[in-house]
């Protein structure tokens, strides 16, 4: 879960930063939040463990899609939030006002499988948190 938490907001500070996507798959808000289903596919087995390291190594395909100018960037956010649980992060994703809380419980994300999150909801989500300066950044 912290995984996919992790991965969402950088994508969220991404966008409202560079605005561009972070990621190239769209997120999808699911019953816990966020989520990018092919992480969450790819690591669902480890459920609430740590993954091991040898387990990351597939992940290092994936580091050569973010150019330099992610690289801050993705620093701070785990600056940030690295130190939270993935339950933590899950419950930032949830508050009301959320890109998660407007498509969930203000869209048709309830009866929807897979009903995606705009980039362009994130976008504006994360550019409000900059100009508010409210920054718990989720």
Same mark, same amino acid.
């Given at each position: 879960?912290?995984? *996919? ?5 950088? !994508? =969220?500070?991404?966008?409202? %930063? ?5 990621? @190239?798959?769209? $997120? &999808? ?7 990018? &289903?092919?992480?969450? !596919?790819?690591?669902? &087995? ?19 899609? %973010?150019? @330099?100018?992610? $690289?801050?960037?993705?620093?701070? $956010?785990?600056?940030?939030?690295? =130190?939270?649980?993935?339950? &933590?992060? @899950?419950?930032?994703? !949830? ?7 407007? $498509?969930?419980? !203000?869209?048709? =994300?309830?009866?929807? *499988?897979?009903?995606? *999150?705009?980039?362009?909801? *994130? ?16």
């Amino acid at each position: 879960m912290k995984l *996919i938490k992790l991965t969402y907001i950088s !994508h =969220g500070w991404n966008l409202a %930063f560079y605005s561009k996507p972070l990621i @190239s798959e769209s $997120v &999808q808000a699911w019953k816990y939040g966020p989520v990018v &289903q092919s992480l969450y !596919h790819g690591f669902k &087995q480890f459920g609430n463990e740590e993954i091991p390291k040898s387990e990351l190594e597939c992940l290092q395909d994936l580091s050569k899609e %973010f150019v @330099s100018e992610n $690289v801050p960037l993705l620093e701070k $956010v785990w600056e940030k939030y690295g =130190g939270l649980s993935g339950l &933590q992060l @899950s419950a930032l994703t !949830h508050q009301p006002g959320t890109p998660w809380d407007k $498509v969930w419980n !203000h869209g048709d =994300g309830k009866n929807l *499988i897979g009903a995606i *999150i705009p980039d362009d909801l *994130i976008k504006e989500f994360y550019i409000e948190k900059l100009k508010t300066k409210t920054g718990s950044g989720h």
